[in-house]
Nanobody
Framework: QVQLVESGGGLVQAGGSLRLSCTASGRITSFVASGWYRQAPGMQRESVATITAGGSPTYADSVVGRFTISRDKYGRTVYLQMNDLKPEDTAVYYC??????????WGKGTLVTVSS
């Protein structure tokens, strides 16, 4: 079983930066892909950024040029660097790790609040 723990959320003013981290533990033999998702109050969860095992990132249009996803060498920790934050970025951010085709794990989320 894979467990994910996110950290790095908090309160920041518009224009500020935060770096989220997600560390995986448990029985892990490989990583297919990693990703960050977010869910604002009253909204559906949406994909923010994903990265493949090969290191290819994809981003939601709303965060292109502001957010960067990366992983450590072994893939157990995935990061989301968030710059130029906007109030509309306020949400609970979730980490997801796909450890095999059709097998994934989710973290419990970390709250990011951006004040105007």
């Amino acid at each position: 079983q894979v467990q994910l723990v996110e950290s790095g959320g908090g309160l920041v003013q518009a224009g500020g930066s935060l770096r989220l981290s997600c560390t995986a533990s448990g029985r892990i033999t490989s990583f297919v892909a990693s990703g960050w998702y977010r869910q604002a109050p009253g909204m559906q969860r949406e994909s923010v950024a994903t990265i493949t095992a090969g290191g290819s990132p994809t981003y939601a249009d709303s965060v292109v040029g502001r957010f960067t996803i990366s992983r450590d060498k072994y893939g157990r920790t995935v990061y989301l660097q968030m710059n130029d934050l906007k109030p509309e970025d306020t949400a609970v951010y979730y980490c997801r790790q796909v450890v095999a085709p059709g097998v994934d794990a989710w973290g419990k989320g970390t709250l990011v609040t951006v004040s105007s």
